[in-house]
Each structure stands twice: as C-alpha cells, then as structure tokens.
C-alpha cells in the first residue's frame, strides 16, 4: 500500500465528512450497530473528533454512542503493579480490554441487546463507576475512542486514526506523561496504525488538519 494523499479540511468539515461515510455503511457483520474506532494518543486528542461527529450524525438523525476507553482502565493494582511509570504495561496491562469486549462490542453483536456500558472504571477513586447501561437503538452507531485501540482486533466498521509525527506528540503531550511515548513508538512499528486505519488524519497543527483515506 502506498503512501496515503492528504488534502487540507476543517474540523467541522472532517467530522460531517466522516457522518456521511458511517450513516452510509452497513455492518460488517449484518447487525443492526454500526461501529467506528478514533484512534489516537492522548495529545492527539481522538474523542474530540468523535464528539463532532455524533454531533453531525444527530443532525442527520442517526443516534450514536460516544465512548472513551479512559473509562475501562483496569484497576490500579493491575495497571501499576510495575510502577506509575512503566510504558510497557502502559501499553498491556493499562485498558481493560475484556471488558471492552464484553460490555461495548457484545451487546451490539447481531443477536446482542444493544444496551452498552460507557464505562467501567474510574481512575480517580479506583471504584467502579457504577454507570447504568445505555441503549443504543437499532440503526445506531457507537463511537469508541482511545489510544492503542487498534492493536486488539475490536471489529471496527470504519477505523479512524490521529496522527501526530514524533515531534509534534513529544511537544504535545504533558512532560509528566513522556514516560508513554516509548508505548507509542513500539506502537508504530508492531501495528503502524496510519496504514491500518481506513482514514488517516494528521493533526501536527490542531488549527489545520488534513485527512485522507
């Protein structure tokens, strides 16, 4: 596969663009959910996008569901068991990724209730949330945003993908977080999500994105 062409857009222009590609699909898997990955580090800022873009499909009518893995890390025992700064299992051991599949992915399965979780876990008081179950009405879309997301196999209808070069996330991300970035660059070379991903946006300059895919 060759290098994908970018072209300029805005934001706003990026999300509607993306809401008329998902309210044309039809599932993979002959369900009754559509469902979308946005891909990207934390800097990159990923859930952002997909809230434009529930947006612009609640203007078209299409119901979504926007949800960030931030809530299914797993518990603090677990994830810190290394230490609060180990980017190795930052990269394994941090999002709870059964959970993921069980509580977000099953329930929209072909023979699946629809009623999904939007989270798990909240890392502040290291309890569970406790969230009810919200449902997602036949024809509706779940947007699932995070980093790393595409490495686990979740099955994506249409994947999403932030990029940031090196040097634009280095200067992005909080000093006190560059303790993950080795886990974004074993990242790029085990998964290289730009070519993986069927839309590819490069966010160097958050004031001018350009996409393509």
Same mark, same amino acid.
Do not use: C, K, N
């Given at each position: ?46 859930? *952002?996008?997909? *809230? ?17 893995? *931030? ?116 990242? *790029? ?25």
């Amino acid at each position: 596969m060759g290098p994908v062409r970018l072209e300029a857009i805005t934001w706003d222009r990026l999300a509607e663009r993306l809401a008329d590609r998902l309210t044309g699909l039809e599932p993979a898997d002959g369900g009754a959910w559509t469902r979308a990955g946005f891909d990207g580090a934390p800097a990159a800022r990923p859930g *952002e996008l997909a *809230e434009r873009v529930a947006q612009a499909l609640r203007v078209r009518g299409r119901p979504s569901l926007v949800v960030g893995t *931030e809530g299914f890390l797993r518990p603090a025992s677990l994830r810190l068991e290394h230490g609060r700064r180990d980017a190795e299992s930052y990269y394994s051991e941090w999002f709870d990724t059964a959970a993921l599949w069980r509580e977000v992915f099953g329930p929209l399965d072909p023979s699946g209730s629809g009623r999904v979780l939007p989270d798990l876990w909240d890392p502040a008081t290291d309890r569970a949330t406790r969230s009810p179950y919200v449902p997602l009405p036949p024809g509706g879309l779940l947007l699932l945003h995070g980093p790393l997301l595409l490495r686990h196999w979740f099955p994506f209808d249409l994947s999403v993908h932030v990029l940031l070069s090196p040097g634009a996330l280095r200067r992005r991300t909080p000093q006190a977080d560059h303790w993950t970035l080795p886990a974004f660059e074993r990242y *790029e070379s085990e998964t290289d999500p730009a070519a993986t991903a069927d839309v590819l946006v490069r966010a160097d300059d958050p004031r001018h994105p350009a996409w393509g895919g």
